[in-house]
């Protein structure tokens, strides 16, 4: 209760006039600076940002992206996958299960994955910033019809970009849960129309303001991989019916993230320094910013 309380107070700091200004202020000068020190990028990968920065999501597969270590991470995807199984435990109105930090460590490769030079510079060219690695998310997506969760409509609040590197494990059709979303330009009128400032919306609201024929529903084989900027745009998971869904959810912010509202990294501190003895000086920096 007392940290619901924190953050409240925290958020109305943060959305005051005085306090917004400050840091938007701060925030452009920093962008401005960073500017002469971004990684230059192939013609290739300009091109998914700019697509991200116009649409909040690009759509591509693992084959186009040709990061180096993709045969590695994917091999120790597939071993894992059968692991986050249905537990004992597991209650009717579960929606989603997780890879332990103690799974994902005994599969370091998927965590290494995300930290690939060239994907790093993509991110930091879209953020304009130096990248913060937030981890990775191992996800098992339960087949119901639950409505909850990140299964409503949101846009994510911890920082002012976000991307999130998606990746599909199984085949998606619009009965296996696909990541959904609203163009960039729809979410803005949608949000003044809500007075959205966080949380989560219904679908049936959501349906009562735009046409469901608008959604811009992800689909594809295994490999398929959706690079979003989940802080642009109303996006969920559509509840999958005919199967599980099995995903890989990358997540990065600036290293100016919001860390007074949420949490950091997926793994514990001490996992992160076991994990660090493998890392370049740079890439230490991405997780220990």
């Given at each position: 209760i007392l940290l619901k309380i924190r953050k409240k107070i925290l958020r109305i700091i943060d959305q005051h006039p005085f306090t917004k200004y400050q840091v938007d202020y701060f925030y452009q000068k920093a962008i401005d600076k960073h500017l002469k020190n971004l990684p230059?990028?192939?013609?290739?990968?300009?091109?998914?940002?700019?697509?991200?920065?116009?649409?909040?999501?690009v759509i591509t597969t693992l084959e186009k992206l040709r990061i180096t270590s993709t045969l590695e991470m994917l091999e120790s995807a597939q071993s894992l996958m059968p692991k986050i199984a249905q537990n004992k435990f597991y209650h009717s109105d579960?929606?989603?299960?997780?890879?332990?930090?103690?799974?994902?460590?005994?599969?370091?490769?998927?965590?290494?994955?995300?930290?690939?030079?060239?994907?790093?510079?993509?991110?930091?060219n879209?953020?304009?910033?130096?990248v913060a690695y937030?981890?990775?998310?191992?996800?098992?997506?339960?087949?119901?019809?639950l409505e909850a969760g990140s299964r409503l409509w949101h846009i994510d609040q911890e920082d002012r970009?976000?991307?999130?590197?998606?990746?599909?494990l199984n085949d998606i059709t619009e009965e296996h849960g696909p990541f959904q979303y609203i163009s960039k330009s729809l979410t803005s009128?949608?949000?003044?129309?809500?007075?959205?400032?966080?949380?989560?919306?219904?679908d049936k609201i959501m349906q009562g303001?735009?046409?469901?024929?608008?959604?811009q529903s992800c689909t594809g084989m295994a490999g398929t991989v959706i690079i979003a900027d989940t802080a642009s745009i109303f996006h969920r998971g559509k509840p999958p019916i005919?199967?599980?869904r099995f995903t890989l959810f990358f997540d990065y912010t600036t290293r100016r993230h919001k860390q007074a509202l949420h949490g950091t990294s997926t793994l514990p501190y001490k996992d992160l320094l076991i994990l660090s003895q493998h890392l370049s000086e740079s890439q230490k920096k991405c997780i220990f910013w």
């Open positions: 230059i990028l192939s013609p290739e990968d300009i091109d998914l940002i700019e697509i991200i920065k116009k649409e909040g999501v579960q929606i989603v299960i997780h890879a332990s930090p103690q799974q994902i460590m005994e599969h370091p490769k998927i965590f290494f994955w995300g930290l690939e030079q060239r994907l790093l510079n993509i991110i930091e879209f953020l304009g910033l130096l937030q981890g990775v998310y191992f996800r098992r997506d339960i087949a119901n019809q970009k976000i991307l999130k590197i998606i990746i599909y009128t949608i949000a003044d129309t809500l007075k959205y400032t966080s949380g989560y919306i219904p303001i735009i046409s469901s024929a608008i959604y005919a199967s599980d």
